[in-house]
């Protein structure tokens, strides 16, 4: 078992351009999470699916993002016209249904240049 | 406001001691969790105790619940250097869901 796994591990972008950052939830999970976190702060929450839906987005910028856990294939959080306050580590988790605690990917660093 | 705060934000001990964190929040939950993060890395989760719990043990450490006073606590006996980390609770906010919400975490450092 494979754990949850998050890719690219660091992505580099540019003022202006998309990122695309994926993940794929342990084997059997159906839940996902997505969350951001600054250097030296906690967690901040985004979004959270299940498999085709999103059951909560209340922590996502309400313009340039966007995430997706389709029925085929990984999550994807994606950020268009990156700005340089979107560069953090942005984490995905898993979890196989309600009131289980969650297993983390390692992150996506996101530096905007 | 931050549904769950850890105290204290930073603490520093030496191998062998006791080390203990709490954790407030605000709202009813189901249930509350404690996560590590080493630097640089992804949270690991360490323990998840239900609302209707009072206590749980896993291994060096005992995490505590006390709903009436909306407080937790997480005791880690005997630190090793290795425990050098930071670790954050983590709660639900009581609906049927479980989107779960971070505290800002306790910095550890645990000297040989």
């Known amino acids: 078992n494979a754990g949850v796994m998050q890719n690219p591990r660091h992505l580099v972008r540019r003022r202006g351009q998309e990122a695309r950052l994926r993940c794929s939830p342990m084997?059997?999970?159906?839940?996902v999470y997505w969350y951001r976190q600054l250097p030296e702060e906690g967690l901040k929450f985004m979004v959270y699916?299940?498999?085709?839906?999103?059951?909560?987005e209340s922590g996502m910028p309400k313009e340039r993002f966007s995430a997706e856990f389709p029925k085929e294939g990984p999550s994807i959080l994606r950020i268009q016209q990156v700005v340089r306050g979107d560069s953090a580590a942005y984490f995905c988790?898993?979890?196989?249904?309600?009131?289980?605690?969650?297993?983390f990917g390692s992150g996506t660093r996101l530096t905007v240049v | 406001s931050q549904q769950g705060e850890e105290d204290p934000q930073a603490l520093s001990i030496q191998e062998g001691e006791n080390a203990t964190m709490n954790c407030s929040y605000k709202t009813s939950i189901n249930n509350l969790q404690w996560y590590r993060q080493n630097s640089g890395r992804g949270l690991v989760h360490l323990i998840l105790?239900?609302?209707?719990?009072r206590e749980k043990h896993s291994g060096r450490l005992r995490v505590t619940l006390d709903t009436s006073k909306k407080s937790s606590s997480l005791l880690i006996t005997a630190s090793r250097a290795a425990d050098t980390a930071s670790y954050f609770c983590a709660t639900d906010l009581g609906t049927s869901y479980d989107k779960v919400i971070f505290g800002p975490g306790t910095s550890l450092s645990v000297i040989p």
């Open positions: 105790i239900r609302s209707n719990e």
């Open positions: 988790a898993s979890s196989p249904r309600a009131g289980y605690g969650y297993t």
């Open positions: 084997k059997g999970h159906s839940h």
């Open positions: 699916l299940q498999k085709e839906n999103i059951i909560d």
